[in-house]
């Protein structure tokens, strides 16, 4: 099993442009999670969904939309990029929520100049 | 408002000391509390969970209420266990109970 995967692993960003992170898994988990972590910081929930067609906001979702139109698969999409937004972003997902172990991608780190 | 906290953002042991990483949460419901580990070059990943009350990796982690704390410990260290490790509690919010973290701990084990 692939687990959960992320792409791109790295990217820079020009401030206004606008990219989606890209996250699938192939466990078939109802729950799924964006978050990020900067420098020094603990991991912040951005997004998650809870099924597909549901999402909803976690701590940090300005500047961020997210959408869920398969059980698979959770993009998370940024319209215009700020230097705000650089840090590195972990998928992950999960069977159910609260004490189902995550599991985690490898990460995006962005870059926003 | 929940929280969790890791007070210290480097810690360092020598192989077969014991080895404390430090975690304290503030909830006010019954809190349901975790460790992640994410190894050099890995993802990151489930250690362990209060709930199971189990030893992994040679790590335990006890819940204690009156203290707020979920501290892990290892009584002898193992270079292989040099990582960074984040202490997550579960809260309940809108509909999911999401998980909350820390903000890690890294930890390098000396030769």
């Known amino acids: 099993n692939a687990g959960v995967t992320q792409t791109p692993k790295f990217r820079i960003l020009k401030i206004g442009q606008s990219m989606t992170l890209q996250c699938t898994q192939d466990m078939n988990h109802n729950y799924m999670y964006w978050y990020r972590q900067d420098p020094g910081m603990g991991l912040k929930l951005i997004y998650y969904s809870v099924g597909a067609g549901i999402t909803d906001k976690g701590e940090v979702p300005n500047g961020y939309n997210v959408s869920r139109s398969t059980t698979e698969d959770f993009p998370l999409r940024l319209e215009l990029a700020a230097p705000s937004q650089t840090s590195v972003y972990f998928c992950?997902?999960?069977?159910?929520?609260?004490?189902?172990?995550?599991?985690f991608g490898n990460g995006t780190r962005l870059t926003v100049t | 408002a929940q929280r969790v906290t890791q007070p210290e953002k480097l810690l360092s042991v020598f192989k077969g000391a014991p080895v404390e990483l430090k975690c304290n949460y503030s909830?006010?419901?019954?809190?349901?509390l975790f460790w992640y580990v994410q190894y050099s070059r890995q993802r990151l990943q489930l250690l362990l969970r209060?709930?199971s009350r189990e030893s992994i990796k040679g790590f335990t982690a006890d819940l204690n209420k009156g203290e707020t704390s979920f501290h892990l410990k290892k009584p002898f260290a193992q270079e292989e266990d040099s990582a960074m490790y984040y202490c997550?509690?579960?809260?309940?919010?809108?509909?999911?109970?999401?998980?909350?973290f820390g903000s890690g701990t890294q930890l390098t084990v000396l030769p």
């Open positions: 909830y006010s419901g019954s809190p349901e």
């Open positions: 992950a997902s999960s069977y159910g929520g609260g004490n189902s172990p995550l599991h």
């Open positions: 209060h709930i």
């Open positions: 997550a509690l579960v809260i309940s919010s809108g509909s999911a109970r999401q998980l909350t």
